[in-house]
């Protein structure tokens, strides 16, 4: 419930703090006194979007606050999880409108966005007036009504589940076939570039291997020549290198015979010896190994010409065209086998829509025998609220369609929501005589208003929000009636906390906490004020409603005997 209120600088409003109490809290004042101001600050408690314009002149910001009882709602501390906000029993919400435009929204001092606070709004207050916030002329929300009077929330929730996997399915087989499309329109230039890459095959690094054969390849006659020149120099010359080093170690031997400090340089020698012996060897087999063919030249010359063509086209490097060549191998695989996994998503939709289908239509039923018990029970709250002659009807239709978003039941393809398949509107005929019409249509706002209260009345059991907000929705409605309303919020009022405006004295005599809002000057400006009436007070502003300022015995009687009445019931 909503347990305090604090509104500064906020239009006629200077600063206020209104704590409200559980059950049935009236609000009395004149009209302009700023009743529907105190309604505006609550409706951006839970989310209605804010103006500058309402900043009270001469203030930087407006500020509205309120606190509320959350120790009984689990799903307020299943959202506060969600956006990683501590739960407590207390809720604060807090509003700050700035002139200069920034707007600030705090749950628990910590900053949030608007959505929240819509969100939680709409978990904790239900708004209803005479104009936008009475969702009961939306036709839409009628199977939102009609819902919560039904014991079937399971196979909404299933059927939500189905629904949302089928269109996620229905995604993924459109993005299949939106690809399949594109990769028609460029299969043949991929086949072609498959081609060209396939009939060069080329090799993992092969470039580089063949440019360092061509070097060889393209000096083959110098290095031919050079390593046969190494080789004699070395060993088969006259005047070889080798010979003489090996008469050079021969003498360093002999003379180690005499001397050991020959011998280290004689070692030294047998090395050298071997690594020329290495070297030799080395040269005589590469000249002898040595091919001079101009017929390889060329085709090692062409091949890297044609892989250095397939690297200028497709990427850079021939690792690239490689990867490249597999990624339309793989689309060109692809492309064979769309037919196939089409076929199969198609299939999967046609299953889940089917599914979703006889889900629906169990709901469809389900919903028809909650909506024939629902008629005569609204019937007849309406009567106890002076709509003797009323009759109440719960339209349900449903709606074929040719349109690829459906839901199949025995064979047929119908239109569905998140709901299902139904479309709920509720009818009524105020008078005896009159053809039922659409709520919309009904030109009394005393009407529409008993219509919530008997919804509220019956949907009080099973509606989880905890705080009702009526902003004069006793327009177009006095005597009998008005007392015949106040029962019926004076009852609803035991499982919620009702918030109401009124003027009519026969339903704030019902009141468990009675407001008045009084419009004062202050400084030479115009300032709303509210206070909370004691409970002795209760027939002094009851009669103030019966007979305006001046109260007469007659009018302060009557107030004490609608009070005596209240009492009683």
Do not use: C, W
């Amino acid at each position: 419930m909503l347990k305090t209120l604090y509104i500064k600088d906020y239009a006629l409003i200077e600063k206020i703090s209104v704590e409200f109490g559980e059950g049935l809290n009236i609000i009395l004042g004149e009209t302009g006194a700023g009743k529907s101001i105190l309604i505006g600050a609550l409706g951006l408690l839970v989310g209605d979007r804010a103006s500058s314009e309402v900043i009270r002149g001469g203030a930087k910001k407006s500020i509205i606050e309120g606190v509320f009882d959350i120790s009984h709602l689990p799903k307020i501390k299943e959202y506060l999880d969600k956006i990683d906000i501590d739960f407590e029993d207390e809720l604060i919400v807090r509003r700050e409108i700035s002139v200069k435009g920034s707007n600030r929204i705090f749950l628990n001092d910590t900053p949030v966005t608007l959505l929240d606070i819509k969100t939680l709004g709409e978990m904790l207050v239900d708004m209803h007036g005479q104009h936008s916030h009475q969702s009961l002329l939306k036709a839409e929300k009628h199977v939102e009504f009609l819902d919560k009077l039904g014991d079937y929330s399971d196979l909404l929730a299933e059927f939500k589940d189905v629904i949302t996997e089928a269109e996620n399915v229905e995604a993924e087989l459109n993005a299949l076939k939106k690809r399949e499309k594109e990769l028609r329109e460029k299969l043949e230039l991929y086949e072609f570039k498959l081609s060209e890459i396939d009939e060069v095959a080329p090799e993992a690094g092969e470039d580089a291997r063949l440019e360092a054969e061509l070097k060889i390849l393209e000096n083959a006659e110098y290095l031919f020549n050079s390593s046969r020149e190494i080789y004699e120099a070395l060993y088969e010359s006259e005047d070889a290198v080798y010979d003489k080093l090996s008469a050079v170690e021969r003498k360093l031997s002999e003379l180690a015979r005499y001397d050991e400090n020959f011998r280290a340089h004689a070692e030294d020698a047998i090395n050298i010896l071997s690594a020329i012996s290495e070297i030799a060897e080395f040269t005589r087999n590469y000249k002898d190994n040595l091919e001079l063919d101009p017929e390889m030249l060329e085709e090692k010359r062409e091949r890297l010409g044609a892989l250095n063509l397939l690297k200028k086209k497709y990427g850079g490097t021939l690792e690239n065209v490689i990867e490249f060549r597999n990624e339309i191998a793989n689309e060109l695989n692809l492309a064979q086998n769309f037919s196939f996994e089409i076929e199969r998503l198609e299939k999967e939709v046609a299953s889940l829509r089917k599914e979703a289908g006889e889900i629906a239509a169990q709901i469809s039923q389900k919903r028809k025998l909650t909506a024939q018990a629902f008629e005569p029970k609204i019937e007849k709250v309406l009567k106890t609220l002076g709509m003797n002659d009323a009759k109440f009807k719960v339209k349900i239709s449903v709606q074929e369609t040719a349109s690829p978003d459906y839901v199949l039941i025995n064979g047929k393809r119908y239109a569905y929501n998140k709901f299902g398949i139904d479309e709920v509107e509720f009818l009524i005929s105020p008078n005896a005589g009159e053809e039922l019409k659409p709520l919309v249509k009904i030109a009394s706002g005393g009407e529409i208003s008993r219509v919530m209260l008997a919804l509220k009345t019956l949907l009080a059991e099973k509606d989880a929000i905890p705080v009702l907000i009526f902003d004069e929705i006793d327009t177009g409605i006095s005597g009998r009636i008005a007392q015949k309303t106040g029962e019926a919020m004076r009852r609803l009022s035991e499982t919620h906390q009702i918030i109401a405006i009124t003027h009519l004295p026969q339903i704030a005599a019902f009141a468990r906490n009675l407001f008045v809002i009084e419009k004062q000057k202050e400084n030479e400006r115009a300032v709303s004020k509210i206070r909370k009436t004691k409970q002795e007070e209760f027939p002094h502003e009851i009669a103030k409603l019966i007979g305006g300022e001046t109260i007469t015995e007659t009018a302060l009687k009557s107030a004490e005997e609608l009070l005596s009445y209240s009492e009683n019931l």
